[in-house]
Every structure is written in structure tokens, then in C-alpha cells.
């Protein structure tokens, strides 16, 4: 007997279909479908699907020596931060000069949608609202996408956003100077306006790639690490 348990969360872990671990392992799928339902299984079969996790049979066995990966991120820490920071960051943008400045959130707005149009080309959509969901502190990590995969979607997104940051300044830019073509482009009004699109840019873009999309990168990478120490633990 093994845990089909153990068996379910470890194919997924790896991204396997049951074919696909019955191919690896040499066992037949009807085997691996019965293992997962019963968890009956002959000492071949065991020692077989062993090698193909790389643990060792005893492994497959007994549950506590497996820690699943399904819990949920706790927002507390999450919340405090980031609401701290977005306070700061409202505080600068919408009353620099004691008056509301709501142009300036044209960065935010042209960043988030150049984020989304980046993404969606390399990124699925569902791993992607996952990804936004985890990255506020929400969302339950279920094994149906490897972590080494969804570490690098983050990278990614890392990256994206302050493309997206730097296309939202120079955007900004060109926009002011069709909106007040009374401004001349060399005045030191027009100055003001683009170190006052700088700031938001950088500040909008720290907020969305390290706040939330790095911390979220941190946990996966701790989760991955606790992982593979386990695994190695239990194959010595």
C-alpha cells in the first residue's frame, strides 16, 4: 500500500499525467489509475514509480513525511505594506502642491494596461489571474503548475512591469505635449511636469514589481527550496 494522496500531489508537482508518469515509470496506466483510487500497488510497481519521483518507496508510504503544498497565503503582512506604501504613493501624486494633480495617474492607468498587453503574450490567462490573485496576498497554490514555472512567470511580470513603467513615462510625455501646446517643450513648466511623470512612474512600478510581484517570487522560491530539501532528505 502507498498514499494515493502522496502519488497525486507528487505528479502534480512535476506536471504529470497519469500517462505521462505511467511512461516514466513503466507501469501501466491502469496501474497508475488504480493507485491513485486505491492505493494498491506490488513491490515493482512501488519501487518503479519511486524512481521515477526520485524519493525513495518508503517515501510513497507514509503522509506525514510529505508536506503539501496547499496552503494560503496570509494577506496580514501583505495588507500592512502594501496600504502603507499606496498611502505615501497617493499622498504624492494626488496632493503634491496642495491640489488634486489626477493627470499624474495616467501613468498608472497606461502602465497597468501595457503589463496586461506584454503579458498575455507570453503568459497563459489563467496562470496569469492566479499569479495577480497570489501576488495580493490571495489565491491557494494547488500543484497545477510546477513552481519552478510559476517563478519564472514572475520574473517575467518583474520585468514587464518596468518596461511598462518606462513606456507609461514616455507616453505621458507625448501626451503633455499635445494637451498644452501653450507649455513650450523646453520650459521649466514642462520640466516640472516630466520629473513629476518620472516619480510617478518609478514610484507606480516599485509598488507593482516589488511590492507585490517580488514578494510573491520570495515565497514561491522559499516554498520550492523547503521542497527539494525534503525530497533530498527523504532519498538520502
Known amino acids: 500500500m502507498i498514499s494515493p494522496d502522496i502519488i497525486k500531489n507528487l505528479r502534480s508537482q512535476h506536471g504529470w499525467t497519469q500517462e505521462q508518469l505511467a511512461t516514466i515509470s513503466g507501469v501501466s496506466s491502469r496501474t497508475i489509475q488504480r493507485i491513485e483510487k486505491t492505493g494498491e500497488c506490488s513491490l515493482e510497481s ?15 508510504v507514509n503522509e506525514s513525511n ?10 496580514r503582512l501583505n495588507v500592512i505594506s502594501w496600504v502603507l506604501l499606496l498611502t505615501m504613493l497617493l499622498a504624492i501624486l494626488l496632493v503634491p502642491d496642495g491640489e488634486l494633480q489626477v493627470r499624474l495617474h495616467i ?3 497606461v502602465m497597468m494596461f501595457t503589463l496586461f498587453a506584454l503579458s498575455i503574450r507570453v503568459i497563459d490567462i489563467k496562470e496569469l489571474k492566479f499569479l495577480l490573485i497570489y501576488s495580493l496576498g490571495g489565491g491557494k497554490l494547488d500543484n497545477s503548475k510546477p513552481l519552478i514555472q510559476l517563478i519564472s512567470s514572475l520574473n517575467q511580470l518583474i520585468r514587464f512591469t518596468y518596461i511598462s513603467a518606462i513606456f507609461a513615462f514616455l507616453f505621458h510625455g507625448w501626451q503633455m505635449s499635445f494637451a498644452w501646446p501653450e507649455v513650450s517643450l523646453f520650459s521649466a513648466r514642462f520640466s516640472e511636469l516630466m520629473a513629476n511623470s518620472i516619480i510617478a512612474s518609478v514610484l507606480y512600478s516599485v509598488v507593482v514589481a516589488e511590492l507585490f510581484f517580488r514578494t510573491s517570487k520570495l515565497r514561491l522560491e522559499s516554498q520550492l527550496i523547503k521542497d527539494n530539501a525534503l525530497l533530498d532528505k527523504i532519498s538520502e
Open 46 to 60: 512501488k519501487m518503479a514509480i519511486a524512481a521515477a519521483f526520485n524519493v525513495t518507496p518508503k517515501f510513497l
Open 66 to 75: 510529505y508536506t503539501e503544498n496547499n496552503y494560503v497565503i496570509s494577506p
Open 107 to 109: 501613468n498608472g492607468v
